[in-house]
């Protein structure tokens, strides 16, 4: 009977929103945003140097909106480089224009010009972010966006306040010349010199003790701690010394509640956690908590920890400004954290998630498909050309690609070409569906069966309304790396995941239809497969990556045009008149 009342209760609003007779806490409303893309002088780590920003913030301003708002942010491009500004996972529906990603769906802002991205946030709340789109930019030019509910959260812990926890990764020096010279010599980029919470390294660091973030809690109190890896290029792990986590929320899509010591967030992923201040402190009334990388990579890599702490209110230390400095050693274990290589952990952390599938909030996964997309997400190795000096393994450069196909921009935004049935020979729709050269995927020796890609810019498109599924086979060249893939313009299910190599005659039959979790971005499992299935449904041009950037930078990219469908209400709207121009 309940569960009849909760839903009578949900078709009742409904419509009310149809009939346009919502009571005046669902009022639709225009919230509008100023952003100045600018550098801004910052110190971390013992130097100072410019940094990009976003009005001199570093992380830039929070969006705080309720879902069913229109959202317009005005940003001005206040440097003499390109810049765009992507909302992740924000669905973007008929609004392809905003979305975003430089030579996709736009041409980037050139210095001294502004464009307004306009938008309606419909069917989505929780937590999202949006970052720079343009080269490596969001290694500082990014922030949260969080959406409000408008209906109560599906779970019934008091949460007496809630505050936004960013991973992001600093670079002592020039972050462009790290991109400019692994493009140029094809190698691996520079490491960072740290990860931050909040733009904060914490006091693992040098000079860093005084930036650390602490937040002040209550005993007894539950807060909402809204995750975001902002990171350029590594998954990470996060746990709070003493202390459980409930899961309630990823992307933006509420969970089925689950306790963890820890949770992994992979790049460009976000995770809700409720924390219950429940513990006692010790003499320094504060708890660590801290975040460092999940390795799967043979790669050389940022080794370090970043941390913040909880501070009980209350507690003779409360008036500190800063806890004393952390010793140099740290022992995860005393802290919550796996160890860096436990991919055990984060199997069994993935396995937990689960849609709520509830009549609320249902749980759409298509139940069958019109197409299968398999596709080898890969590093390669290319011949280095002659005359040029390649530092990439065996003097070779090092590149990245789907079905072996790496990536190219073009010089107009392929929305703008598609949109204006632009036939310029700049991208195709020849995508391949399925890998050209079928051999044992993660079995192979890492270099000597490794092979040159192939370089353009082709692309998947399906009719308005294709139930899709698309298959990411990892592969063992170079490394087993687990490879985040997030896909524009579309919320998608996780149906299945596995080791080893995708069977496409055995592996479907073990696909959960029921509650799989929902996301914009999954972490292909090092070594494996993962399988997403959605209904394309909004029409336009969206762009499918590794959202670890110097694997975008290679090439690992694709994407996928929806075709409008019959009615114009399908149809992706006409381009706003300041839309940039290349």
């Known amino acids: 009977m309940e569960g009849l009342i909760q839903h009578y209760g949900l078709f009742v609003v409904m419509l009310m929103i149809l009939a346009g007779a919502l009571p005046s806490g669902f009022s639709r409303t225009t919230q509008r945003f100023q952003f100045n893309v600018e550098w801004k002088n910052v110190t971390r780590l013992c130097s100072t140097k410019p940094l990009l920003t976003v009005n001199g913030e570093y992380p830039g301003p929070t969006i705080a909106v309720h879902e069913g708002d229109h959202v317009e942010i005005k940003v001005t491009n206040h440097i003499a480089d390109n810049t765009t500004i992507h909302w992740h996972g924000i669905r973007q529906l008929r609004t392809g224009w905003a979305d975003g990603p430089a030579y996709i769906t736009q041409c980037p ?43 109560p959260f599906p779970f019934s812990a008091p949460i007496q306040d809630e505050f936004p926890i960013i991973f992001g990764e600093w670079w002592n020096g020039d972050v462009d010349e790290v991109e400019n010279e692994m493009v140029k010599y094809g190698g691996g980029p520079n490491i960072s010199d740290a990860y931050t919470i909040n733009g904060l390294p914490g006091p693992f660091y040098p000079c860093s003790n005084k930036d650390t ?25 996060f746990a709070v010394a003493n202390h459980t986590l409930t899961v309630v929320e990823i992307d933006a899509v509420y969970t089925k509640p689950f306790t ?21 402190p010790d003499s320094s009334g504060t708890f660590l908590m801290a975040a460092w990388p999940y390795l799967t990579s043979v ?25 004393q400095k952390m010793p140099s050693t740290f022992e995860p274990n005393k ?82 070409s598609h949109y204006n049935k632009l036939r310029n020979n700049e991208y195709s729709t020849d995508f391949p569906e399925k890998p050209l050269k079928p051999f044992d995927y993660t079995g192979v020796d890492p270099v000597s069966e490794n092979m040159n890609t192939q370089f353009g810019t082709k692309i998947l498109e399906v009719p308005f309304g294709t139930n899709l599924e698309i298959v ?18 579309h919320n998608f299910f996780i149906v299945g995941r596995g080791f080893g190599n995708f069977n496409v005659a055995k592996d479907p039959a073990k696909y959960n239809l029921i509650d799989p979790p929902e996301r914009n971005t999954v972490a ?54 300041d839309l940039p121009s290349c």
């Open 472 to 489: 990411l086979q990892g592969t063992s060249f170079l490394n087993v790396e687990n490879h985040p893939i997030h896909v524009h313009g």
């Open 109 to 151: 802002i050139r210095g001294g010009k502004s464009y307004t991205y306009k938008f309606t946030v419909q069917y989505q709340r929780g937590t999202l972010w949006w970052h720079a789109h343009y080269a490596w930019q969001r290694a500082s030019v990014y922030g949260a966006f969080i959406i409000h509910p408008r209906m």
């Open 299 to 323: 790669f050389p890599f940022d080794n370090s920890t970043t941390a913040g702490f909880l501070r009980y209110k209350n507690t003779v230390t409360e008036n500190i400004k800063h806890p």
């Open 335 to 416: 802290y919550n954290l796996p160890k860096m290589e436990d991919t055990n952990f984060v199997t069994k952390f993935s396995d937990k998630l689960r849609s709520l599938a509830s009549p609320q909030y249902p749980c759409t996964v298509p139940k069958t498909i019109d197409k299968r997309v398999v596709t080898v997400v890969s590093l390669n190795l290319q011949d280095c050309p002659a005359n040029k000096t390649c530092k990439g393994y065996e003097d070779k450069r090092f590149f990245a690609s789907m079905n072996n196909q790496s990536f190219v921009r073009p010089s107009l935004s392929i929305l703008e």
């Open 524 to 577: 292909v499992p090092t070594g494996g497969w993962a399988a997403i299935r959605f209904k394309a449904d909004n029409p336009g041009v969206w762009f499918i990556h590794c959202h670890l950037e110097e694997h975008t930078s290679w090439g690992l990219a694709s994407g996928l045009i929806v075709q409008n469908g019959p009615r114009a209400s399908q149809w992706v709207l006409p381009p706003p008149k």
């Open 213 to 237: 973030f602490i937040k002040t809690v209550e005993h007894g109190k539950t807060y909402l701690l809204r995750v975001i890896n902002a990171a350029l290029n590594d998954e990470l792990f």
């Open 260 to 280: 963890a010591t820890a949770i992994m967030v992979a790049p460009g992923q976000t995770t809700n956690v409720l924390l219950t201040a429940n513990q006692v």
